[in-house]
């Protein structure tokens, strides 16, 4: 089991920028490909970015395409998610998620963070 925390959400306003962290605590963190994925009241979560256990290999939901960008530091066991030009309809609650396999289901994920509310004020 990989505990993790998240942290870095907040409020900014509409066209700034936030850097969400990730931080697991297994040893064995770069075996895992990670996902971030968000979720607004009343709905389920979403996938929004994935990254390969390596890193070298990155996806991303359409909605955040050419504003958010996805790292990992496997030194530092952390995964990021670089968010610019926020939108207000990006606010929600952001979870990071780890799996052994590569996958943008949020149901096959099985490692999940807290959680962490970014707010995006118009």
């Known amino acids: 089991q990989v505990q993790l925390v998240e942290s870095g959400g907040g409020l900014v306003q509409a066209g700034g920028s936030l850097r969400l962290s990730c931080a697991a605590s297994e040893s064995t963190f770069s075996d895992y490909a990670m996902g971030w994925f968000l979720q607004a009241p009343g709905k389920g979560r979403k996938f929004v970015a994935g990254i390969s256990s390596s890193g070298g290999s990155t996806y991303y939901a359409d909605s955040v395409k050419g504003r958010f960008t996805i790292s990992r530091d496997n030194a530092k066991n952390t995964v990021y998610l670089q968010m610019n030009s926020l939108k207000p309809e990006d606010t929600a609650v952001y979870y990071c998620?780890?799996?052994?396999?590569?996958?943008?289901?949020?149901?096959?994920?099985?490692?999940w963070g807290q959680g962490t509310q970014v707010t995006v004020a118009s």
């Open positions: 998620a780890a799996s052994r396999i590569w996958t943008m289901l949020a149901s096959a994920y099985d490692n």
